[in-house]
């Protein structure tokens, strides 16, 4: 019943027409094997295989859920995984944006945000899986010693072994600084003990080698976050025998059945050190930049498939007449639902916002390879300052918008949406995890808040600022971008009335920044879309084509129904902590 | 794990000193035996029934799910559930507010929401069963002949009996005029033949006898709403046979499992009129009121239930040092999470827009008693009036607010909150019918815009409109609650802008009424809340206990955090429909 179809023509307009793609990463010497039709055919296959094969095994998957025999520790994915895995990796997916020298076909990074958004769309719970992996190479490749990387970052780029992060422990998980696993010294390597909870593929049967990136303390680490150091932990040795790190408990959650999220136990586990003594965050931040940018992308992805589910019932299921006699379909008794104004609103909330999520995807991914790959540094370093200051936007806006999306589609489907035949109540259940993995969504509001903003004298915000000032000084003659540059320039002043607003009250007082951070994040979020909703017009005006002319109708839509909910964050951060610190323990 | 404690302080001073129940319902002839104190002990002793007896079958009914055996069409219920329905009845609960000449306990109707609240806090899966009987009861005490409603209404309030409503068909949920259920005459009766889909508690085995009522059309029907009779169909005839009404398979839906969700085939089923010929919808609007309040109540059960759990968790669970260092706790590597702001900005949304919930679905439970019973037939109008605009409200902010605030809940609990361990995850499948039945939320959103608004030329709106000015009014002169009058005045205002801009723009246009109809609706109920939070501070202010104290400051926070979402809803009506209309088919 369920059915995708790649969303070809928008992402092929994000990347041509909006943010330049055959004029700049096409043209790095890296890349040049990578041209925009080049790239499109490959979206395109994977296009094809997310739909053929993945989709297929996303409700078995979560009817099946997955099976741990707690005497041998080993788990049980659901039919098919293997076989599905196998093909994923034929397909090239899990090697593509690694560097040739390990393997790698070396596309640039983009490509992990737009197919990343397909493989979602289609099976959030497997496609996990080859994420984490993704994250765990980046690390390797940027903090692990040769004589390490070289014996397991060729096998994970060729998809032959897998891997994960271990970072949450039962005693903390926003707050890592509470670690407490513990490494031993033992020749040249060390011997971790300790539990870590919440690990999403910690162990199952896809590959017969796991790889963990574990957070631990050396004996001699200072307290807090400040002692933590990374290591590398694999399943099975170099010598053929387990190693001490095993799944002692499967979690049993609302969503992502057919994704293992286990409790590992490491008792002794050999393990090697991965970059320098007790600044294993740093490898792990370099993990979780990338791993953020695509949870955001999960709650793009839903959203997608929850639309297109929705709308393809909107055009089947019939229920009363138009309210316009001129829309009533002669011979008839009703008319299909999409005729109803409500239902248009539900729909047009969720297709605006979602291409405006995409498009803040799509900016924040771009800015990865131009910051890696732009021959000039000024260049590079502005891309870093964006990419640094987006991600943590990307990784909540997307989520916590995605969520309200798919609830939307539910909505438009009435009792059947609720019903397991129409696979957006998966969707939610799955989806609804990403608004608290990878740091809670408050988290990238305190990153955002309380790193992002202040760093250099707000020098990120200042190269956010300056585009969209650059923008609207350079379009201000131009009549018809008016309904839209207005709005934006309304939208820029209420930020920059915001973060003034933090500066002076948030500098001295973290409680208030604390409790605005979130409504902050979402105003700067808004912001941002409204920006990029203006850069996908300026592309459209003038194209007589359907694509282009549909455009500008959604940008008008986003300008008229979404952005408005500016306002209210714009209150309720003037508002700032109001009375909520006030209340006693016994108050609640 | 889940507790549950029923919020006694809060209903107590809703009814007191809030709704003056000890001077206008307990003084009702009808009602002297319900004064506060008894009706208080009768809440409370529900709250331990519901809190010790259904809670705990509430995750296990929800695992086991229900049991079709399609060869003998019987549905087997959870493990207990049997006994707890036995439990159920014999504390009265089906019964309570049933008129004693038919073996009621005869207690005001305003109880069925205060309890209401606390079985769908513990079990909405299972309350739905006798929540059911109650709207069919109602319906037969107030349509059926004396004949048939006195073969069939004392065993129903005995609750030897269970009852159903049976509406929707595969072709037709929420536009009804396309029923199809077709009756023949045989005799003094009718045999009925149809399919019926979404049938809540259709089939079980609870009760011996499952009385269902059904809509259906008379062979000489005009077509449309108005050629729709009211059936009833009883499973098990007089003569103790079976009769051809039977279940022919279950949904598998996102949550409520342990409630069946039935298809129900009618062969020539053996079914009696109920009330006058082709009238149906009469009896069952006489249903389906009671019933739109009870599902509101639904949506503030479950935030309720939400609520304490995510309490709870932030109570005990330790990340991260308080930002402020008067707020540390000594002797901790971490303080609880209800230190900082954030976590309390989530937990006072919840709990500042539930209360303001519980006193809508108060309000509009209280003014059914006093429409049904007061001594003075103009009070009984107004307060009719109010009943009939406040249902839609009820029914959909109240589930749609509820829903956010599960969310939020499950957001405080982070990772724990999205397993099973902690409950809320079920609490959020569970609720989220609840913004789709009984009439979706814009069904609701329909009735107040094109019923109620312009009804007898505005009436309802005018007797609403006239307590919050009387209330402005009255206390102009009281300095102590200008913090709290002033927002109110100034979001009555934008209410009153949003009905004239429906006046105006909407009656000539019907497509603008309803592109807004959502939205305006939230704003309705907001303007609602505000004047009821306004007399909550009222009643509490001067009073210098903990709760009253406490009451004030969670009224200061929904004026300063909550209420600023108006601002958003009244842009987004003037934005009116948009551009929403102008989308071809293909464009979406």
């Known amino acids: 019943?369920?059915?995708?179809?790649?969303?070809?023509?928008?992402?092929?307009?994000?990347?041509?027409?909006?943010?330049?793609?055959?004029?700049?990463?096409?043209?790095?010497?890296?890349?040049?094997?990578?041209?925009?039709?080049?790239?499109?055919?490959?979206?395109?296959?994977?296009?094809?295989?997310?739909?053929?094969e993945m989709l297929p095994l996303n409700k078995s998957g979560d009817a099946a859920g997955i099976q741990l025999d707690p005497a041998t520790h080993t788990v049980t994915t659901p039919a098919g995984y293997k076989e599905?895995?196998?093909?994923?990796?034929?397909?090239?997916?899990?090697?593509?944006?690694?560097?040739?020298?390990?393997?790698?076909?070396?596309?640039?990074?983009?490509?992990?945000?737009?197919?990343?958004?397909?493989q979602t769309s289609c099976n959030l719970a497997f496609a996990l899986a080859p994420g984490l992996s993704h994250g765990a190479m980046e690390a390797l490749e940027h903090h692990a010693a040769p004589a390490l990387r070289d014996v397991y970052l060729p096998k994970l780029v060729s998809g032959e072994w897998m891997?994960?992060?271990?970072?949450?422990?039962?005693?903390?998980?926003?707050?890592?600084?509470?670690?407490?696993?513990?490494?031993?010294?033992?020749?040249?390597?060390?011997?971790?003990?300790?539990?870590?909870?919440?690990?999403?593929?910690?162990?199952?049967?896809l590959t017969e080698n796991i790889i963990h990136l574990v957070l631990g303390r050396l004996p001699d680490a200072p307290a807090g976050i400040k002692g933590i150091s990374l290591f590398l932990v694999p399943k099975i040795l170099p010598d053929g025998t387990r190693n001490a790190i095993t799944c002692g408990g499967l979690e049993h959650k609302m969503g992502i059945h057919a994704s293992p999220t286990c409790v590992m136990n490491m008792e002794g586990a050999h393990a090697w050190l991965v970059g320098e003594p007790h600044k294993g965050m740093r490898g792990m931040f370099t993990m979780m930049n990338a791993a953020r940018l695509m949870v955001g992308v999960q709650g793009l992805g839903a959203a997608e498939f929850a639309y297109q589910t929705a709308l393809r019932f909107a055009k089947?299921?019939?229920?009363?007449?138009?309210?316009?006699?001129?829309?009533?379909?002669?011979?008839?008794?009703?008319?299909?639902?999409?005729?109803?104004?409500?239902?248009?609103?539900?729909?047009?909330?969720?297709?605006a916002s979602n291409e405006g999520l995409r498009a803040l995807a799509y900016w924040t991914a771009i800015n990865t390879d131009l910051s890696r790959s732009h021959p000039d540094e000024r260049a590079r370093q502005g891309a870093a300052d964006l990419v640094a200051l987006l991600t943590p936007l990307a990784k909540s806006y997307l989520t916590e918008r995605g969520f309200d999306n798919i609830s939307d589609a539910m909505q438009v489907c009435g009792g059947s949406g609720y019903t397991r035949d129409w696979d957006i109540?998966?969707?939610?259940?799955?989806?609804?995890?990403?608004?608290?993995?990878?740091?809670?969504?408050?988290?990238?509001?305190?990153?955002l808040v309380g790193r992002k903003l202040g760093e250099d004298h707000g020098r990120l915000y200042h190269v956010f600022g300056e585009k969209i000032s650059l923008f609207l000084k350079k379009n201000s003659a131009n009549s018809a971008l008016t309904d839209f540059a207005l709005p934006l320039s309304k939208v820029f002043g209420r930020l920059n009335e915001a973060t003034q607003l933090l500066a002076t009250q948030g500098q001295p007082d973290p409680e208030f920044a604390d409790a605005v951070?979130?409504?902050?994040?979402?105003?700067?979020?808004?912001?941002?879309?409204?920006?990029?909703?203006?850069?996908?017009?300026?592309?459209?005006?003038?194209?007589?084509?359907?694509?282009?002319?549909?455009?500008?109708?959604?940008?008008?839509?986003?300008?008229?129904?979404?952005?408005?909910?500016?306002?209210t964050l714009s209150a309720l951060i003037r508002a700032g902590k109001g009375n909520m610190m006030d209340f006693a323990v016994e108050e609640f």
Chains 1, 2 share one sequence.
């Open 425 to 447: 109540e998966q969707t939610m259940r799955d989806e609804r995890i990403a608004m608290i993995y990878e740091g809670t969504n408050h988290i990238q509001a305190i990153d």
């Open 1 to 52: 019943m369920a059915q995708y179809k790649a969303p070809l023509r928008d992402i092929r307009f994000l990347l041509e027409e909006v943010f330049d793609y055959p004029h700049t990463i096409a043209t790095f010497e890296a890349f040049r094997d990578f041209d925009l039709d080049t790239v499109m055919a490959m979206v395109e296959q994977v296009g094809d295989f997310a739909a053929n």
């Open 163 to 205: 891997a994960t992060m271990c970072l949450t422990e039962p005693q903390c998980g926003t707050d890592l600084g509470l670690i407490s696993t513990k490494a031993q010294a033992e020749g040249d390597h060390w011997k971790l003990t300790g539990t870590k909870i919440w690990i999403t593929w910690g162990e199952h049967d």
């Open 316 to 351: 089947e299921r019939r229920q009363s007449r138009s309210l316009n006699p001129a829309r009533r379909e002669a011979g008839q008794a009703a008319d299909v639902i999409l005729v109803h104004p409500d239902v248009r609103r539900m729909l047009l909330n969720i297709k």
């Open 517 to 567: 951070a979130s409504n902050y994040l979402n105003l700067f979020s808004l912001t941002a879309i409204a920006y990029l909703w203006c850069l996908q017009v300026k592309a459209a005006l003038g194209q007589t084509d359907a694509f282009h002319l549909t455009k500008v109708k959604t940008a008008r839509y986003f300008f008229d129904c979404i952005l408005p909910e500016t306002a």
């Open 84 to 118: 599905l895995y196998r093909a994923f990796v034929e397909q090239g997916l899990v090697s593509l944006t690694q560097p040739a020298e390990f393997g790698g076909t070396g596309a640039p990074h983009c490509l992990n945000t737009v197919l990343g958004e397909i």
